[in-house]
């Protein structure tokens, strides 16, 4: 099996920081493009950042410029930096990666359960 584990959510005020990690664990033998999602109460889930295997990035709109996604592939682990955050930034933040089992096996996307990350004052 596959699990991802995000951690880093929570509270916090408007024009404050947090880090999100994923890290993705289980029978794995590469991870490929690894990304942060999110989805707000009543809007459609939307891609926040991404990170190819290489290290390339790629932001939406809604993230360009407060938004840095890295990651470390020795631990199969994925970050977000968010900085000036926005009460339009509160939703469940999810990580997704793609992943292969073994080396026979197809790229598979694997989706985290979700971290809760809420702006307010």
């Known amino acids: 099996q596959v699990q991802l584990v995000e951690s880093g959510g929570g509270l916090v005020q408007p024009g404050g920081s947090l880090r999100l990690s994923c890290a993705a664990s289980?029978?794995?033998?590469?991870?490929?493009?690894m990304a942060w999602y999110r989805q707000a109460p009543g809007k459609q889930r939307e891609l926040v950042a991404l990170i190819t295997g290489g290290g390339i990035t790629n932001y939406p709109v809604s993230g360009k410029g407060r938004f840095t996604i890295s990651r470390d592939n020795a631990k199969n682990t994925v970050y977000l930096q968010m900085n000036s955050l926005e009460p339009e930034d509160t939703a469940v933040y999810y990580c997704?990666?793609?992943?292969?089992?073994?080396?026979?096996?197809?790229?598979?996307?694997?989706w985290g359960r979700g971290t809760q990350v809420t702006v307010s004052s």
């Open positions: 289980g029978s794995i033998y590469s991870v490929g493009t």
């Open positions: 997704n990666a793609e992943i292969r089992r073994n080396f026979n096996a197809a790229r598979l996307p694997y």
